[in-house]
């Protein structure tokens, strides 16, 4: 009996693998970008279950019984003020989170049509944000959110002011970062014939080179996050934050100046140091996975 032959579509089609096998392949080949997704997943799910389950105005003073030790009661214990911390670390992740996406995807968005628009258009638009990217990037970015944030009255300072001072100047990364794929990009043969063909600015832009640069979008949106989530702890802890909210730096910063350590309070600082330490170390993994996966020069072969 004759073999039946396949067409040769047919056959390809049975021989690609799919999309969620190759994902799996890229990640047990990359690890690290594996590790911070399996953190970040866990870490999302902390919070959204315990958004569902646990009683949130317990985040806040007086609430609960003070400086309780972590118990069956109470998980991470309970603080100075009267707060228990599982409900603050709940509500303080989706705070920062909050933060994080806000201001990183501002930033990010900022930055990718500035960065296209500096590099398709050129000519003075090109020069004029280079120039003021050239003239703002050497200058301390901790010391002018430092400088804002002081300025404020504490009363004004909300989660959504936090961001905002964040924002500020998070775009001129993915500005120049976008800039240079851009230039690239725009003089590949591709580019050019579309041009031939009277495809517009804007078709060029959106059609032929944004797709391409998606992962390089997606690299900076996460770094940008890393950026904002590190820039809010650092401000909180310095109690330049909105200080009745439990953000995780809050929790730190109120456990300093009550002496917690001292006083045997280790519970206190501890979980949120270690909460940040895990979101920071998540997002720093996936960062680098992503910038493995947008720059073929570092990309591990199988």
């Known amino acids: 009996m004759s073999a039946i032959a396949l067409p040769p579509s047919t ?6 693998p799919g999309s969620l096998v190759l994902l799996l392949r890229y990640l047990r080949r990359n690890k690290g970008l594996a590790i911070g997704l399996l953190i970040l997943l866990a870490l999302v799910a902390f919070t959204v279950i315990g958004l569902l389950t646990v009683n949130t105005k ?3 003073p007086l609430s609960v019984a003070l400086k309780k030790p972590p118990s069956w009661k109470y998980p991470f214990g309970t603080d100075f003020f009267g707060r228990d911390l599982l409900a603050a670390m709940v509500v303080g992740m989706w705070q920062t989170a909050f933060i994080g996406v806000l201001a990183g995807g501002l930033g990010t968005f900022i930055g990718v049509v500035l960065g296209f628009i500096s590099a398709y258009f050129g000519g003075w638009i090109d020069g004029t944000i280079r120039t003021i990217c050239q003239v703002l990037a050497p200058i301390p970015v901790l010391l002018i959110q430092v400088v804002i944030a002081g300025s404020l009255d504490k009363r004004d300072v909300t989660i959504v002011t936090m961001a905002m ?3 500020l100047l998070a775009w001129m990364g993915p500005t120049l970062v976008i800039r240079a794929q851009v230039l690239t990009m725009k003089e590949r043969q591709f580019v050019s014939v579309a041009k031939l063909s009277g495809v517009s600015d804007l078709g060029i832009i959106f059609k032929e080179i944004l797709p391409c640069l998606l992962p390089f979008i997606a690299a900076a949106f996460v770094a940008q996050v890393f950026v904002a989530v590190f820039a809010a702890f650092y401000l909180a802890v310095l109690g330049l934050g909105p200080l009745r909210e439990p953000l995780l730096g809050n929790i730190i910063w109120a456990a ?3 002496g917690a350590i001292f006083n045997g309070w280790w519970w206190w600082p501890i979980i949120p140091s270690v909460g940040m330490i895990l ?3 998540s997002l720093a993994l996936i960062n680098m996975g992503l910038d493995e996966l947008a720059n073929p020069r570092v990309r591990r072969t199988e």
């Open 11 to 16: 056959q390809a089609s049975i021989e690609r």
């Open 58 to 60: 317990n985040a806040y």
């Open 165 to 167: 001072i964040v924002v």
């Open 256 to 258: 300093q100046s009550q």
């Open 279 to 281: 979101i920071l170390g």
